[in-house]
């Protein structure tokens, strides 16, 4: 469960009106900057498909075998990756049925919630396609549209570091995939559109806290420039689903929603684990033929002999590795703790899939976890991330073994600690605006910053976007440093009470002399320019749990003004936005 306290009341009637006059008016700013952009820029917007006319492919169950049973119920599949399986109508089907017919008037009506322009165009569609009758009955799992062929994927995987068996896509179910004008595939999945043989003990369905969570954060994280599955639209299904949010015995009903998600392809790291687990080597290598042949071509060209250390699977092993690290460097650097590590939640394009209870962090702490059942043993903490990508790339070498071998399986997992390294460093120097990287200093530096950080529990994101806003002006490095002092104080970065305490006031003063003196060092870069650079690193808008929970607890009531105000902010994070300065600040204190 997502560990995320409640926010006070919101009275509707009195802030809904000024929520969408703040977002007409910000809208209406926007509109008029990209007024400015070409008129071949202007033009191509108006140009794309109306959503009847995708052309949908299904090379995944064209080119992989599929479960042979086509009733609906829950079982182990095997010898297969997928079952084909329909969305059904959240009003009709039988978890429904269980709701008492009292409560119904309690439920906000099925609309469109939210719709990403920005994942609509990767798919060629025009603008405001989102808007029509026909969205709302294919993204509420009511209507297929011509070529698609809905199925849900079977997979394994470790959860929390034990091997769980079959897991498959409980709640997920694929519709199918689209090419774009560019070459590009993408794969449409609605998660929460009913049961499927992998459902288990669950229901299939998706309540709308959840749901607008991960809607919000897959496109918050695709403008922050960190590599993710989409989200297209975000439905209020209309139907109430019951769930024990804090596991205490006392279910309560909620409105449920449907997110579809976009990707290139949603094959898992526990895709290829579990066949292996059931000795069944030929599918294992039939789904490395296909994620190879349809998502890294360019390796097809090595031998597939186990003889030859630099084989096709032997590469692809070393791509995945590559992809991952890049991700979770990503992560550290931006202050995203995924919160549900298993390697069924790894993607073998190094993408953030799946998000359930994750988190940014607020103040800095290396042992953050937004998962409430990870408490104890703090696996999937902020600092942990990292190695725990490495233990699950291992899980997937194993099962990869029959194809690659021992030795160059072990040859490869043997690169990833120095690709991150090289990865991550590259993203602290820009974060912290050197234009050089000074291994034993600088690293050295960091690690002082951290331990400041943590001790004062000073907010992560707040700093970093701050730090750029710190002036040389051709002083000293002892004036600069303590000019730098003031300057966070005044942006409440640092509070009061380390300026009371003398001891704690020193040791940031001489933190911020040291990393001015750092920046002095080099040349070619002034002030203006140096904030520039860093606030394309730094953003000043995430979505910080407290913010979700406000426009959830307004979506609730069928009020999506705060989410739709929340959705333009976060689509421009490094943008100051000077009328948007709420969503910047740090949570509040309940």
Not at 260 to 286: E, H, N, W, Y
Not at 433 to 450: I, V
Request: hydrophobic share 35%.
């Amino acid at each position: 469960m997502t560990n995320i306290e409640g926010t006070p009341a919101v009275n509707i009637s009195e802030t809904r009106n000024k929520s969408e006059q703040i977002l007409k008016k910000y809208q209406s700013a926007k509109v008029n900057e990209s007024a400015t952009s070409s008129s071949d820029e202007s033009a191509s917007l108006q140009i794309g498909k109306q959503l009847s006319e995708l052309q949908f492919e299904s090379t995944f169950t064209d080119k992989l075998p599929g479960d042979t049973e086509t009733k609906n119920f829950t079982r182990q599949v095997q010898g297969a990756v997928y079952s084909f399986i329909s969305p059904t109508d959240p009003k009709v089907d039988c978890q429904t049925a269980r709701i008492p017919p009292e409560y119904s008037t309690q439920l906000p009506e099925q609309k469109m919630l939210a719709w990403s322009e920005s994942a609509a165009s990767l798919l060629d569609l025009s603008s405001n396609q989102g808007s029509t009758d026909l969205a709302l009955r294919v993204f509420s799992g009511q209507e297929l549209l011509p070529g698609m062929k809905p199925y849900a994927q079977c997979y394994g995987g470790h959860q929390f570091g034990s091997w769980a068996g079959q897991l498959g896509d409980g709640r997920a179910i694929n519709l199918g995939e689209i090419v774009n004008a560019s070459g590009q595939r993408w794969e449409l999945q609605l998660k929460g559109a009913g049961k499927t043989p992998y459902s288990r003990f669950a229901d299939g369905r998706a309540v709308l806290r959840s749901s607008l969570r991960e809607f919000l954060c897959s496109e918050a994280m695709a403008a922050l420039g960190v590599p993710t599955t989409r989200a297209l639209s975000l439905v209020l299904s209309g139907a109430g689903v019951i769930r024990d949010m804090f596991y205490s015995g006392d279910p309560k009903l909620e409105p449920g929603a449907i997110v579809c998600r976009m990707a290139p392809s949603f094959i898992r790291f526990g895709t290829f684990q579990l066949p292996v687990s059931r000795g069944d080597s030929d599918l294992l290598k039939k789904i490395a033929d296909y994620s190879i042949s349809m998502h890294y071509p360019e390796l097809e060209k090595y031998s597939e002999s186990i003889d030859d250390c630099e084989n096709r699977y032997v590469m692809f092993l070393r791509e995945v590795i590559r992809k991952n690290a890049e991700m979770v460097a990503a992560w550290q650097t931006i202050g995203f703790v995924h919160g549900v590590m298993n390697t069924d939640n790894m993607s073998i394009l190094g993408l953030t899939i799946d998000y359930g209870p994750y988190g940014f962090l607020d103040e800095y702490d290396p042992k953050y976890t937004p998962n409430t059942t990870d408490m104890p043993g703090l696996r999937y903490c902020y600092s942990r991330q990292p190695t725990i990508v490495l233990w699950n790339l291992l899980q997937l070498a194993q099962a990869l073994v029959p194809l690659t071998g021992v030795p160059a399986a072990e040859a490869a997992l043997n690169e990833y600690q120095g690709i991150y390294d090289s990865i991550v460093t590259e993203r602290w120097r820009r974060k912290l605006g050197f234009q050089t990287w000074k291994e034993k200093e600088d690293q050295g530096l960091l690690d002082e910053l951290f331990v400041q950080m943590e001790a004062d529990k000073v907010d992560f994101t707040n700093f970093f976007r701050n730090l750029g806003g710190v002036r040389m002006d051709e002083a000293t490095a002892d004036v600069a440093g303590k000019r730098a002092l003031m300057w966070m104080k005044e942006k409440e970065v640092l509070e009061d009470a380390v300026f009371e305490d003398s001891t704690r006031k020193q040791k940031w003063q001489e933190w911020m002399q040291k990393y001015c003196a750092r920046i002095q060092s080099e040349s070619g870069q002034n002030d203006d320019e140096r904030k520039i650079s860093m606030n394309r690193e730094n953003p000043k808008y995430i979505p910080r749990n407290y913010l979700a929970q406000q426009a959830i607890d307004k979506a609730e009531l069928g009020d999506d003004s705060e989410l739709q105000i929340l959705m333009t902010v976060l689509s421009k994070p490094f943008d100051d936005q000077p009328e948007m300065e709420r969503f910047a600040q740090k949570p509040p204190v309940w």
